[in-house]
Structures are given as C-alpha cells and as structure tokens.
C-alpha cells in the first residue's frame, strides 16, 4: 500500500502498513502524544491544525513499541533517513547499534567480552540501519540498500527479494565482514537471497566511476598536467595491490556521485557507502603509518597517496555533511569544519606526515625561516615596484579578475599598515608579510591556464609556503593573520572551488565566514579589510 500524503504541504506522511506517521521534515515517526506539539513546531496553527488532527484520528496508529520492524530484506522505508551500523552476529543475538563503539560495549556488556579483545571484530557485521522514532523510543532495524548501478542521476535497482521473513540476522555470513580488518568487502551483503556477484558488481560500479570520472577532477601533488594519470595509472595500481587504498578510491568515487546526486535517497545510499568505504581506508592508513618500513620505497608511495586520498576525503565529508539534512550517516568520520582542521587537511596533501601528527603543525627549521625573509623581502621590492609602475608588471599571465586580486594582495601590507599601526612583534610582522608574499607568488599558479590542477596547486602551496609561525598565528586568533588567510580563501580557495574541485564546494565560504566571526565587530577598519571579501 502506497503511503498516504495528508497534508497541503506534503509534510505528514501515513504508512499504514507499519501503522506511523512519519514527518517528512523531520524525518522521523511521530507519537500520537506528541502530534498537537509536532505540529504546532511546524506552524500549523488552529483550523489548519484540527482539520489535520482530526483526520490523523481516524487512522489506525500504533505506539512505538507495537510498530512491526520490517524484514531485513526490506528496502528502506521512504521518509527516513539511512545510516550505517553494525550487526551483532553472536548465535540469537542481532543486536543492531550505529556505531562500532556502542557494539564493543554491547560485547562487554552482553557476551562477556573485553573490549579490547582482538577477535571482537568477528562478532558483528556492517549494516544499514533506519528507526521509526528518535529518542527514548529508538529502535534500529536493518535494510537492504540496492545496490547503485547507474551514475549520479541513475535510479537505484531494487532488487526484488521476496517475503520470506524467516531470515534471521544471526544467520546471515557471520562476521563475514567484519568492521575492524580492513578488506575490500566492506559493503555489507544487499540481502541474503541476491548472489555475491550483487555486491562485487556494486564496487565495480563505483570502481568505474572513480576510473572514468572523478579521477578527472582530482588534483596532482606536484605536476597539475599529469594529475589524471597519476590518480588513473599510479594510484590505482597501488590500490590494486592494496585493499585498504581501494577502499580510499571507493570512498571518493561515492563520494563523488552523493555530491552529483540531485535526489535524497541516491544521495543517501552513496553516502552510506561512502562513510562504510570510508571507515576500512582509515583504518588501513593507521595500519600502514603505524608498521611503516621506512626504507621501502612501496610503502612510501602508498603511504603518500593514502595521505592524499584522505585528504580529498575529509574535504568531501564536510561537503557532504554539509548538505545531508541527517548528520547520523556521517557522525564521528572526520574533525567538525574549523579553520585549523581545514588548514591541516589541506597542507596534509602534499606534507601526511601532518595529518598524522597531533599538533597539526610542523616547526619553522633556520632555513625555513631564512626563506620567509627573503620573501618577505621581496613582496616590499615588488609593491615598490607596482607603486613606480602603476601595475604589476606587463609579463603577467594573468587575466582582468586576476590581475585585480593581484594588484590588491600587493597593496595588502600597506593597507594592513594604516590600520594595524605600528607593530608590536617583528616576527608576527615577518611571517605576515611573508604570507602575503607567497599569496602573490601562488596567485600565479593558481590563475594559470592550466585550469583544476594550477589552481588546486596554487591554494595548497601557499599552506605549505607561508611559516609555521604564521599557522600559528592564525590559531591564536592574530588579526593581521586572519586578514591575510580571508584573501588566500577568497582568491585562491575560490579559484579551485570554482575550477571544478566538488569535494570544495562551499568551502570559501565556510571559511570566510569563520574569520568574519572572529573579527572584533566595533573594529571597523580591520572589517573594511575584509568585508568585500566576505559579502
Ligand atoms: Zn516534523
Ligand atoms: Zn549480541
């Protein structure tokens, strides 16, 4: 039986075979205690909301705890969200928790297992999950996702499993998949009934798309011409040869298709699947990093591109995150969308060691340093220069919008003069300045014809350009600092954005909305410095 619409808006939706009524806002299904509150909170006022109440009344609706759950073979039910979780595969047990912590505990708790015990893993097995109601009245069941055959506008397949009802969570491949290995298997089994091949054929998809799709969109470390053939050739033969580097492309190729999906539930499945890939490559990266041979010159490259691809990840969690209405799908992959943790992720893609590292930072050696004054040095010659000539010298490559960025970084510090007065540190002015001389120095990679792979080169350049002193200078909230880094956001993070670089969508944004929040609102000359760049 088809769900029944109540409501002008679409808002109520009943499914009478589950016997809820489900808010297609919120995205859960509502107690009839709490239906005259709910729909208050939606500003359905007094006719609007007797007429709606009166006629909710004449349906049969259950309490949460006489809601039937359906089969695990069902598909997911229209209106709820889909997230990813765990099976307990202990013998009658199928215990279903969201995350791989809860199920430890459930271990310890339940089958009188150490939480640390090392065969844990093959006690449970990754699922997708959805619940009818939140809170108190929460209770998991598990669906069988299609598996996702097309590419970003394509419709799911649903395969028809049948009603046989009589399988039970515990005996379907226990622990087969467990969690905590990482093995390329990691998307859970679509259903019991459907063949092995369902699943491999699912992950070639995604394979396919990674090979050739989105490996067009990614950006090289080093060479921005050669970028497709080292994402295409190097990588994936590495990932060939590494189960836990496949999962890492897996991961970005779903990615990829959530973010190209126009339609909720596409999305949602991609997600799922990119939170699931996501999990086994990151415990493969830790792996690798943590029994790393250092002189293997193998292990090296994969461990460069797992930075890398984790990198791309990251970045992609907080596009999708920030455009899923559920957060569940995602909670707990990756650090929340601050400024430091997007520096960080950034930097890590051509330096992994600091993704690694707990500080996030790396310290300023005397060359380094020695480095940043000559830089800095030379953004004073070159503004001098501007200021003779009237413009930034006729060899430019640049085009018109560039060129005015341009012109405009070069009379950043005299402007960051007038209004920060006179200085109290000269190592907070040097690494300011030497900031603002990379920014120029990057601009010209970034707006280079060289399209996606200049200006991603061009924005992770200037992270890995600028001293360690000036990261830190951000981080402690400097003023000056937090100008210069609304510029490289607003030109250069813009520029990739822009450039086709999807798992950057919205980041500027983001981060310039960030550095506006940490302006003193009253100081109107540091705003004046940055608010066209926000606006
Ligand atoms: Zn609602
Ligand atoms: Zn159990």
């Not at 009245?137 to 996702?145: D, G, N, P, S």
Request: hydrophobic share 40%; proline share 6%; glycine share 8%.
């Amino acid at each position: 039986m088809p769900p029944i619409r109540l409501d002008a808006r679409d808002l109520l939706e009943h499914n009478a075979r589950y016997g809820v009524l489900i808010c297609r806002e919120c995205r859960y299904a509502i107690q009839k205690s709490a239906l005259r509150s709910h729909l208050l909170r939606h500003k359905i006022f007094r006719g609007e909301r007797q007429r709606l109440l009166s006629s909710i009344a004449q349906l049969d609706l259950l309490e949460p705890h006489h809601v039937p759950l359906p089969d695990p073979t069902s598909p997911p039910i229209d209106g709820l969200p889909i997230s990813s979780g765990y099976c307990c595969t202990a013998t009658g047990c199928a215990h279903l928790c969201a995350t791989a912590k809860r199920m430890r505990r459930h271990w310890s708790e339940c089958h009188d297992l150490k939480e640390t015990s090392p065969n844990s893993s093959s006690f449970a097995r990754p699922v997708t999950l959805q619940t009818f109601f939140r809170g108190t009245k929460l209770r998991y069941f598990e669906v069988a996702v299609p598996p996702v055959v097309n590419t970003a506008g394509g419709i799911p397949l649903v395969t028809n499993t049948g009603d046989g009802g009589e399988s039970r969570h515990d005996e379907q491949n226990c622990g087969e998949d467990g969690p905590i290995e990482p093995r390329v298997s990691a998307p859970p089994k679509t259903s019991p009934t459907v063949s092995p091949i369902g699943a491999d054929l699912e992950m070639l998809t995604y394979f396919h798309h990674f090979t050739t799709t989105t490996s067009l969109t990614l950006p090289g470390a080093e060479h921005p011409q050669s970028a497709t053939h080292y994402w295409q050739v190097n990588v994936v033969h590495q990932a060939l040869q590494r189960q836990w580097l496949m999962c890492g492309l897996l991961a970005i190729s779903a990615g990829h298709l959530a973010a190209l999906a126009d339609e909720t539930t596409i999305k949602q499945v991609h997600c799922v699947r990119f939170a699931q890939f996501l999990r086994t490559f990151s415990i493969g990266l830790e792996e690798t990093e943590r029994g790393l041979d250092a002189v293997s010159t193998v292990a090296k490259e994969a461990k460069k591109a797992g930075g890398q691809i984790m990198c791309v990840l990251r970045c992609a969690y907080w596009v999708l995150a920030g455009s899923m209405l559920d957060q569940g799908t995602l909670t707990g992959l990756a650090a929340p969308l601050h400024i430091q943790s997007i520096l960080t992720t950034i930097r890590g893609f051509s330096t992994p060691d600091l993704l690694l590292s707990a500080a996030g930072t790396l310290s300023d050696g005397a060359e380094r340093q020695e480095a940043t004054f000559t830089q800095a040095m030379r953004v004073l010659e070159e503004v001098r220069g501007t200021s003779e000539t009237g413009h930034a010298g006729d060899a430019s490559p640049l085009n018109n919008t560039a060129s005015a960025l341009f012109n405009r970084t070069l009379t950043l510090p005299y402007r960051m003069a007038e209004t920060f007065g006179k200085p109290e540190s000269a190592e907070d002015v040097l690494a300011t300045l030497s900031a603002i001389a990379a920014l120029v120095e990057c601009s010209y990679i970034s707006f280079s014809p060289s399209g996606v792979g200049g200006a991603w080169l061009g924005m992770v350049t200037w992270l890995n350009k600028v001293p360690e002193h000036f990261i830190y200078l951000v981080g402690s909230h400097n003023l000056a600092a937090l100008v210069v880094l609304a510029h490289w956001a607003a030109f250069l993070v813009k520029r990739a954005e822009h450039c086709g670089c999807w798992f950057l969508s919205g980041l500027t944004k983001s981060i310039l909305l960030q550095i506006a929040e940490r302006l003193p609102p009253d100081n109107h000359a540091v705003q004046s410095l940055v608010e066209d760049l926000i606006a």
